[in-house]
Protein backbone atom coordinates (compact mmCIF):
# COMPACT_ATOMS: atom_id res chain seq x y z
CA UNK A 1 0.00 0.00 0.00
CA UNK A 2 1.09 3.24 -0.90
CA UNK A 3 2.09 5.36 2.40
CA UNK A 4 4.00 8.78 3.90
CA UNK A 5 6.21 8.07 6.45
CA UNK A 6 9.01 10.54 8.51
CA UNK A 7 11.68 9.67 10.31
CA UNK A 8 12.63 10.31 13.08
CA UNK A 9 9.35 9.97 15.15
CA UNK A 10 11.49 11.86 18.28
CA UNK A 11 14.74 13.63 18.27
CA UNK A 12 16.13 15.88 20.89
CA UNK A 13 18.77 18.75 19.26
CA UNK A 14 20.92 20.86 21.50
CA UNK A 15 20.33 24.72 20.01
CA UNK A 16 22.78 25.72 17.44
CA UNK A 17 22.75 22.44 15.48
CA UNK A 18 21.74 21.91 11.81
CA UNK A 19 18.41 18.92 11.96
CA UNK A 20 16.86 17.40 9.09
CA UNK A 21 13.73 15.81 9.18
CA UNK A 22 12.81 13.04 6.71
CA UNK A 23 9.85 12.64 4.80
CA UNK A 24 9.03 9.96 2.39
CA UNK A 25 5.78 9.78 -0.07
CA UNK A 26 5.09 6.28 -2.33
CA UNK A 27 2.06 8.11 -3.52
CA UNK A 28 3.72 9.24 -6.29
CA UNK A 29 1.88 12.95 -5.70
CA UNK A 30 3.51 15.95 -7.16
CA UNK A 31 2.63 18.69 -3.79
CA UNK A 32 4.21 17.72 -0.76
CA UNK A 33 3.84 19.56 2.50
CA UNK A 34 5.19 20.82 5.78
CA UNK A 35 3.29 22.05 8.79
CA UNK A 36 4.34 22.61 12.14
CA UNK A 37 1.90 21.86 15.55
CA UNK A 38 1.80 24.07 18.67
CA UNK A 39 -0.81 24.04 21.36
CA UNK A 40 -2.59 27.03 20.95
CA UNK A 41 -1.74 27.43 17.38
CA UNK A 42 -3.11 24.16 15.34
CA UNK A 43 -0.92 23.55 12.35
CA UNK A 44 0.69 25.96 10.17
CA UNK A 45 2.25 25.52 6.99
CA UNK A 46 5.83 25.79 6.53
CA UNK A 47 7.47 25.15 3.33
CA UNK A 48 5.62 23.10 0.81
CA UNK A 49 6.71 21.80 -2.86
CA UNK A 50 4.59 20.73 -6.24
CA UNK A 51 7.11 18.93 -8.27
CA UNK A 52 11.07 18.25 -8.42
CA UNK A 53 12.83 21.49 -7.73
CA UNK A 54 9.47 23.67 -6.72
CA UNK A 55 9.52 24.60 -3.24
CA UNK A 56 7.83 27.29 -1.81
CA UNK A 57 7.81 29.22 1.58
CA UNK A 58 4.58 28.94 4.37
CA UNK A 59 3.23 30.63 6.79
CA UNK A 60 6.03 30.18 9.28
CA UNK A 61 9.20 29.44 6.75
CA UNK A 62 12.06 31.46 8.77
CA UNK A 63 14.96 29.11 10.16
CA UNK A 64 13.76 26.63 7.95
CA UNK A 65 14.77 25.07 4.37
CA UNK A 66 13.44 22.03 2.10
CA UNK A 67 14.67 21.08 -1.26
CA UNK A 68 13.26 18.80 -3.98
CA UNK A 69 15.32 16.29 -5.81
CA UNK A 70 12.54 13.75 -6.54
CA UNK A 71 9.06 13.24 -6.18
CA UNK A 72 8.72 10.88 -3.58
CA UNK A 73 11.28 13.09 -0.64
CA UNK A 74 11.01 16.32 1.01
CA UNK A 75 13.33 16.82 3.51
CA UNK A 76 13.19 19.48 6.02
CA UNK A 77 16.23 21.67 7.54
CA UNK A 78 16.55 23.75 10.42
CA UNK A 79 19.63 25.41 9.67
CA UNK A 80 20.48 25.99 13.47
CA UNK A 81 17.87 24.60 15.46
CA UNK A 82 16.14 27.30 18.33
CA UNK A 83 14.26 26.35 21.47
CA UNK A 84 11.18 27.91 19.65
CA UNK A 85 11.16 25.10 17.25
CA UNK A 86 10.46 22.39 19.87
CA UNK A 87 7.45 21.51 18.03
CA UNK A 88 5.75 18.36 16.35
CA UNK A 89 5.99 18.47 12.39
CA UNK A 90 3.85 16.69 9.91
CA UNK A 91 4.41 16.12 6.34
CA UNK A 92 1.89 15.56 4.14
CA UNK A 93 1.55 15.08 0.52
CA UNK A 94 -1.37 15.44 -2.16
CA UNK A 95 -2.27 14.70 -5.29
CA UNK A 96 -3.24 17.86 -7.28
CA UNK A 97 -3.58 21.68 -6.36
CA UNK A 98 -7.61 21.48 -6.00
CA UNK A 99 -9.35 20.26 -3.12
CA UNK A 100 -8.20 16.30 -3.22
CA UNK A 101 -7.24 14.52 0.40
CA UNK A 102 -4.30 15.65 1.58
CA UNK A 103 -2.28 12.14 3.37
CA UNK A 104 0.02 12.85 6.67
CA UNK A 105 2.98 11.01 8.01
CA UNK A 106 2.91 10.13 11.28
CA UNK A 107 4.58 13.34 12.90
CA UNK A 108 7.86 13.54 14.39
CA UNK A 109 8.44 15.57 17.55
CA UNK A 110 11.55 17.63 18.12
CA UNK A 111 12.92 19.19 21.38
CA UNK A 112 15.29 21.34 20.95
CA UNK A 113 17.50 21.61 24.76
CA UNK B 1 -5.01 35.66 3.91
CA UNK B 2 -7.41 33.36 5.34
CA UNK B 3 -7.94 32.21 8.68
CA UNK B 4 -10.02 29.60 10.71
CA UNK B 5 -11.63 29.78 13.85
CA UNK B 6 -12.92 27.01 16.15
CA UNK B 7 -14.28 28.65 19.26
CA UNK B 8 -14.83 25.68 21.62
CA UNK B 9 -11.49 24.48 22.67
CA UNK B 10 -13.03 21.20 24.15
CA UNK B 11 -16.28 19.44 24.05
CA UNK B 12 -17.76 17.18 26.10
CA UNK B 13 -20.76 14.66 25.35
CA UNK B 14 -22.28 11.09 26.57
CA UNK B 15 -21.84 7.90 24.37
CA UNK B 16 -24.54 7.25 21.83
CA UNK B 17 -25.24 10.99 21.95
CA UNK B 18 -25.09 13.99 19.84
CA UNK B 19 -22.13 16.59 19.11
CA UNK B 20 -21.75 19.97 17.53
CA UNK B 21 -17.92 21.65 17.12
CA UNK B 22 -17.99 24.72 15.46
CA UNK B 23 -15.79 26.22 12.42
CA UNK B 24 -16.15 29.69 11.00
CA UNK B 25 -14.04 31.23 8.49
CA UNK B 26 -12.81 34.14 6.60
CA UNK B 27 -11.96 34.45 3.11
CA UNK B 28 -12.79 37.15 0.43
CA UNK B 29 -12.53 33.64 -2.02
CA UNK B 30 -15.73 32.55 -3.36
CA UNK B 31 -14.38 28.62 -4.13
CA UNK B 32 -12.56 26.85 -1.83
CA UNK B 33 -12.59 23.54 0.18
CA UNK B 34 -13.30 22.69 3.72
CA UNK B 35 -12.22 19.68 5.58
CA UNK B 36 -12.39 18.45 9.09
CA UNK B 37 -9.52 16.20 10.07
CA UNK B 38 -9.56 14.27 13.16
CA UNK B 39 -6.07 13.41 15.43
CA UNK B 40 -6.85 10.68 17.78
CA UNK B 41 -3.92 9.98 20.61
CA UNK B 42 -1.87 8.57 17.81
CA UNK B 43 -0.88 11.91 16.43
CA UNK B 44 -2.05 10.91 13.25
CA UNK B 45 -4.36 13.19 10.79
CA UNK B 46 -7.27 11.30 9.71
CA UNK B 47 -9.51 12.85 6.77
CA UNK B 48 -13.33 12.73 8.64
CA UNK B 49 -15.51 14.95 5.85
CA UNK B 50 -14.69 17.35 2.98
CA UNK B 51 -16.48 19.95 1.40
CA UNK B 52 -16.81 22.02 -2.22
CA UNK B 53 -17.54 25.60 -1.49
CA UNK B 54 -19.82 25.43 -4.75
CA UNK B 55 -21.49 22.82 -3.69
CA UNK B 56 -24.75 23.67 -1.54
CA UNK B 57 -25.57 20.04 -0.38
CA UNK B 58 -24.01 19.22 3.30
CA UNK B 59 -21.26 16.62 2.94
CA UNK B 60 -22.21 13.57 4.80
CA UNK B 61 -20.17 10.04 5.89
CA UNK B 62 -21.80 7.69 8.12
CA UNK B 63 -22.74 9.08 11.13
CA UNK B 64 -20.42 12.46 10.44
CA UNK B 65 -22.31 15.11 8.35
CA UNK B 66 -21.73 19.00 7.85
CA UNK B 67 -23.59 22.31 8.22
CA UNK B 68 -22.52 24.42 5.60
CA UNK B 69 -23.66 27.92 5.53
CA UNK B 70 -21.73 29.66 2.53
CA UNK B 71 -23.23 32.89 3.54
CA UNK B 72 -22.50 32.91 7.20
CA UNK B 73 -18.74 31.28 6.74
CA UNK B 74 -19.91 28.37 9.01
CA UNK B 75 -18.75 24.55 8.70
CA UNK B 76 -19.73 23.09 11.33
CA UNK B 77 -19.64 18.97 12.25
CA UNK B 78 -22.22 17.31 13.57
CA UNK B 79 -20.87 13.94 15.29
CA UNK B 80 -23.98 11.20 15.81
CA UNK B 81 -24.55 8.35 18.39
CA UNK B 82 -20.97 9.52 19.67
CA UNK B 83 -18.79 6.08 20.43
CA UNK B 84 -15.72 6.06 22.33
CA UNK B 85 -13.08 5.78 19.18
CA UNK B 86 -14.82 9.25 18.16
CA UNK B 87 -12.16 10.74 20.91
CA UNK B 88 -9.46 13.20 19.59
CA UNK B 89 -8.68 16.58 18.66
CA UNK B 90 -10.74 17.55 15.49
CA UNK B 91 -9.45 20.04 13.49
CA UNK B 92 -11.15 22.30 10.86
CA UNK B 93 -9.22 23.62 7.76
CA UNK B 94 -9.42 25.46 4.48
CA UNK B 95 -7.96 25.26 1.24
CA UNK B 96 -8.17 27.91 -1.42
CA UNK B 97 -9.12 26.72 -4.95
CA UNK B 98 -6.67 29.44 -6.19
CA UNK B 99 -2.72 28.41 -5.93
CA UNK B 100 -0.02 30.76 -5.96
CA UNK B 101 0.57 33.72 -3.70
CA UNK B 102 0.75 31.81 -0.98
CA UNK B 103 -2.80 30.45 -0.66
CA UNK B 104 -1.97 27.01 -0.83
CA UNK B 105 -1.44 24.57 1.65
CA UNK B 106 -4.34 24.01 4.60
CA UNK B 107 -5.10 26.68 6.61
CA UNK B 108 -6.08 24.71 10.39
CA UNK B 109 -8.43 26.20 13.11
CA UNK B 110 -6.94 25.61 16.61
CA UNK B 111 -8.75 22.70 17.23
CA UNK B 112 -11.00 21.48 19.16
CA UNK B 113 -10.51 18.39 22.14
CA UNK B 114 -13.39 15.86 21.92
CA UNK B 115 -14.21 13.79 25.10
CA UNK B 116 -16.43 10.92 25.43
CA UNK B 117 -18.36 10.22 28.22
CA UNK B 118 -19.33 6.34 28.67
Known amino acids: DAEITQSPRHKITETGRQVTLACHQTWNHNNMFWYRQDLGHGLRLIHYSYGVHDTNKGEVSDGYSVSRSNTEDLPLTLESAASSQTSVYFC????????????FGQGTRLTVV | AQTVTQSQPEMSVQEAETVTLSCTYDTSESDYYLFWYKQPPSRQMILVIRQEAYKQQNATENRFSVNFQKAAKSFSLKISDSQLGDAAMYFCAYRSRYSGGGADGLTFGKGTHLIIQP
Open chain 1, 92 to 103: ASNRDRMGTEAF
